[in-house]
């Protein structure tokens, strides 16, 4: 069944109205004015040969021909002239329009409640928009063409209709049941075209991905290693067959819209032609005359199928609008500007109260019934093996999701009070998954163009044991990161990468602290010679660690060992060793690795 869209035409094209008022309120006028010089050119284009014919027939002096003709063609220049104007004009507003429309898109996805950024139907919603402002054939754009173009059709529909009232009725007759049935057939095939539109994008999408990977510098290792060249040539060649299939039997319809179109225009024009030729020898039409009505009759049918045609664009590209306005107006399940601001504080403590919480789409809880604080100043560890729930654990107190069941509180109060933008400023994280972008050194630290600190960078990166090897990049904290911008960019280790990661975080220098495996790319030593810094620099700080080495997490006040999504063991090191628990036996499992002559 096909889904139907939130918003209607009429509120899809007062959304365009409304964001033209707001900034370009000219586009509809140069709308208007680009429908009447069109459907101006197009009058005058048949009226001209007629009118030459009729000088030529009656016998007119050559000076009333060339007069007859230069005011057609002066006509014609300034039409072009104007239309052309307009349409420059409208081509700039159009696209500045469309650009302001992407940029509330990226704004929404930027800003929205973590939620929305994984839900599927949000994603889903997100990706429709951007394809709506993805260029200028696309909606938020053609919208403005379409509009214009229905209009000329309009205009010149009418002057073509009081022109052909002239003539018998059922000739209009006829090319009104020939034009309809024309639309309506072609419309069908166009409509299973656009049906199976998603087995076209899904091919392309294949492509563009097996095309990715054969490109990216990360597959080459891979594609030279395990010999990987024929194996990703025969996806892609099967990608390529699944296209061929459905070009084969697109253009199959497309053949069968022709062939309507060829049979149904033949048809029309043979009748147009009979009955015209008729009255020539009845009633002794001119010549002119008859080749002003044999171009109203064939003309009027293309102006019928360009009001319907026009009417069907301006349909598709309002659901897609649809799906852009769907999205902006995305509802919110945080409160940010409407919530209570975070009342400062020298520390801050958070703490699980029976908190129970489940991704979506999914009946296992991945925490249960969890109480947890973490108090002011302290350093908390989280161990434990894959899938305990402890990053899950980090997503909830940092407030990307709310639980199920329970609360998250910061000193006391419900994080849901709050404007969740401020609550976010109180965390300085590292993250698995971090965002490194192609831009400077000192950039990437700050996360600002503008304005950085040079000293905290720089102490920034001697904390997170980077000095040394920035200062020996060509333009230290200036190099640029990556080469997918900049040719001449470095490319970081994947330790150097998290060490990166961590200065950000300590540039930021929030109240909280929360690092989820930040050293996963590093050595043991490496690792252990940061987390000891971390000691000395996190002293008033409320802190929380997440790592899959034990031994690292040794100096941290409290540890809490999690296992299927419950607290299993806590306590200091010590304790947990002296427990001989699940904490002690993973510590056994990981510490023989690092002694000396142990046989693995």
């Not at 299939?245 to 309507?260: D, M, P």
């Not at 852009?324 to 919530?339: C, K, N, Q, T």
């Not at 950085?452 to 044991?465: C, E, F, Q, W, Y």
């Not at 929380?544 to 200091?572: K, N, P, Y």
Request: hydrophobic residues 40%.
């Amino acid at each position: 069944m096909k889904e139907k869209p939130k918003y209607n035409m009429a509120q899809s094209l007062g959304f365009m109205l409304k964001k033209a008022r707001a900034h370009h309120r000219v586009i509809p006028f140069l709308c208007l004015g680009i429908s009447v010089t069109s459907a101006g050119i197009y009058l005058l284009e048949l009226f001209i040969s007629p009118a030459v014919l009729d000088r030529i027939e009656t016998g007119a002096p050559l000076g009333s021909l060339l007069l007859t003709l230069g005011l057609f063609l002066g006509g014609l220049y300034v039409l072009n002239w104007l239309g052309g104007y307009f349409e420059k004009q409208a081509f700039y507003l159009y696209t500045a329009l469309r650009c302001e429309i992407a940029d509330d898109i990226r704004f929404k996805a930027m800003t929205t409640s973590y939620p929305n950024t994984t839900d599927p139907h949000a994603v889903n919603l997100r990706n429709l928009a951007h394809e709506a402002t993805a260029g200028s054939s696309r909606a938020t754009e053609q919208v403005w063409r379409s509009g214009a173009e229905l209009l000329t059709n309009l205009i010149c529909f009418c002057i073509y209709l009081a022109l052909l009232s002239n003539l018998h009725w059922l000739m209009i007759v006829l090319v009104l049941a020939t034009s309809l049935i024309c639309f309506f057939l072609n419309n069908r095939i166009y409509a299973w075209v656009n049906s199976h539109r998603h087995e076209e994008a899904k091919s392309w999408t294949e492509q563009q991905y097996i095309r990715a990977k054969c490109e990216s510098p990360a597959m080459a290792k891979d594609i030279h290693v395990f010999g990987l060249k024929n194996w990703l040539i025969g996806i892609f060649d099967r990608a390529i067959d699944k296209d061929r299939q459905y070009v084969r039997k697109r253009e199959k319809h497309f053949l069968k819209a022709r062939f309507s179109d060829l049979v149904f225009s033949l048809l029309r024009n043979s009748a147009a032609y009979a009955y015209l030729v008729w009255l020539t020898l009845e009633n002794g039409l001119s010549a002119a005359e008859f080749l002003l009505y044999f171009s109203a009759v064939t003309g009027f049918a293309t102006w019928i199928t360009g009001i319907l045609g026009k009417v069907t664009d301006l349909r598709r590209c309002c659901f897609e609008i649809s799906n852009v306005r769907e999205y902006i107006d995305l509802g919110e399940p945080f409160r940010f500007d409407s919530g209570e601001p975070v009342p400062p504080s020298d520390s801050y403590e958070l703490r699980l109260e029976n908190v129970t919480f489940s991704y979506p789409g999914s009946d296992k809880p991945v925490i249960s019934d969890m109480n947890l604080t973490l108090r002011a100043g302290e350093k908390l560890a989280l161990v434990g093996l894959n899938g305990a729930g402890k990053t899950t654990l980090v997503r909830l107190l940092c407030g990307f999701y709310d639980p199920d069941r329970g609360r998250v509180l910061l000193n006391g109060r419900d994080i849901r009070d709050f404007d969740r933008r401020e609550y976010y400023r109180l965390f300085s994280a590292v993250f698995q998954d971090y965002s490194l972008l192609d831009v400077t050194v000192g950039e990437n630290v700050s996360q600002q163009t503008h304005g950085a600190d040079t000293g905290r960078i720089n102490a920034a990166l001697d904390s997170a044991g980077l000095t040394e090897a920035v200062n020996d990049l060509p333009d230290g904290i200036h190099t640029h990161v990556g080469r997918n911008v900049f040719p001449d960019g470095v490319l970081f280790s994947g330790g150097q990468t998290q060490r990166l990661m961590l200065a950000r975080a300590l540039y930021k220098n929030g109240p909280i602290l929360i690092l989820d495996e930040p050293t996963a790319a590093l050595d043991p030593i490496a690792e252990n010679s940061i987390y000891m810094k971390y000691r000395d620099m996190t002293r008033d700080k409320t802190s929380l660690f997440i790592s899959h080495r034990l031994a690292s997490t040794r100096f941290c006040d409290r540890i809490i060992f999690l296992s299927d999504g419950i607290i299993a063991e806590e306590g200091t090191h010590d304790e947990l060793m002296s427990k001989n628990g699940q904490y002690a036996r993973l510590f056994e499992v990981q510490s023989q690795y690092y002694r000396e002559g142990t046989k693995i």
